[in-house]
């Protein structure tokens, strides 16, 4: 392909974490890190990816470091990036973290939030 943007970067990474290769899916990751700010950045369906495979590896140190970028990035953690960060910090056994997450979504919690909280 010879032009890459955000979104066939991540449907890329969503391919592979949905074969249930979800190292790749980071590889790829970091891959595209590489050109951030030049040519392509990350969005909150990225960050979702990300966060959906350091929950399938419990790679909570890869998940709270995507959830630092997430912060310095300056995206916004809506409902879903919200559930993405809920459902890795309770894969990863950090349900401290992952209460934190949801009170932090206040009033804007969908069923999908309160699933991944339960």
Not at 26 to 38: I, N, P, S, T, V
Not at 87 to 114: Q, T
């Amino acid at each position: 392909m010879p032009e890459r943007n955000v979104v066939s970067w991540s449907c890329m990474m969503d391919g592979y974490l949905r074969c249930g290769d979800c190292k790749e899916a980071l590889a790829l990751f970091r891959e595209m890190q590489k050109l951030d700010g030049r040519d392509v950045r990350s969005n909150e369906f990225t960050m979702s990816v990300v966060l959906s495979a350091c929950g399938q590896l419990s790679a909570l140190e890869h998940g709270k470091w995507a959830h630092a970028y997430v912060d310095k990035c300056g995206l916004e953690v809506d409902v879903i990036l919200g559930t993405s960060l809920i459902d890795m910090y309770a894969k990863c056994g950090s349900i401290e973290r992952a209460r934190w997450v949801f009170n932090i979504l206040g009033p804007n919690k969908d069923v999908m939030a309160w699933s991944a909280m339960i």
